[in-house]
């Protein structure tokens, strides 16, 4: 499965002495359970989205995420930029509600949800977020993380346009490896 592949090339990335800030992903990612405990053994910061129906457990009770955004008060809510995109700030609503759980010395584990400016934002504007960072970690520097996806994000359509990311065939995986590692090369070739 794709979680399965991206904590196996994790963990040989991490395992190897690179350092990463936060590790980001989609609902696929953050739903896998055993990629988020990974990355917490390694004490790895992540925020990973997840979707509506994602349990977790807050104030000793275990509850879908949904349901705790609805407890959240007005004065629980920051205007925050995501970053700027094509047509300047990209600016939510956030919350952040500490997740009651087991977690090492000087960490934490967060629910951050995003909200669209919108006066009644529908479901399909709230975005879910589980965060795991050290304890010291402002709101602000998450919602910055979070953001930068959008730049990855974009990376990826330019490279699938300019170099053809998406156009294997391949029956394997170490091909379809050696193919998206050779796109990766040269649209950073292109890039500089």
Not at 108 to 131: G, H, I, M, Q, T
């Amino acid at each position: 499965t794709k979680p399965k592949l991206a904590a196996r090339m994790l963990w040989r990335t991490l395992d190897g002495g690179v350092k990463a800030r936060f590790v980001l992903g989609d609902s696929v990612y953050g739903s896998h359970r055993p990629l988020r405990k990974g990355l917490e053994e390694r004490l790895q910061a992540y925020a990973l989205a997840v979707a509506c129906k994602e349990k977790v457990e807050v104030q000793a009770k275990r509850q879908r995420v949904d349901q705790v955004t609805r407890t959240l008060a007005p004065s629980d809510w920051q205007r925050l930029s995501a970053g700027d995109g094509s047509k300047g700030p990209r600016l939510f609503d956030w919350a952040q509600v500490e997740i009651s759980a087991a977690r090492p010395q000087g960490w934490k584990r967060w629910l951050v949800v995003r909200r669209s400016l919108e006066v009644n934002p529908k479901p399909a504007e709230v975005a879910y977020f589980l965060v795991f960072a050290p304890d010291t970690t402002p709101l602000s520097e998450i919602v910055r993380a979070i953001g930068s996806r959008w730049t990855v994000e974009q990376c990826f359509e330019e490279a699938k346009g300019e170099v053809g990311l998406d156009e294997y065939e391949v029956r394997s995986f170490q091909g379809w490896y050696r193919h998206i590692t050779l796109c990766m090369l040269a649209h950073a070739f292109l890039t500089v």
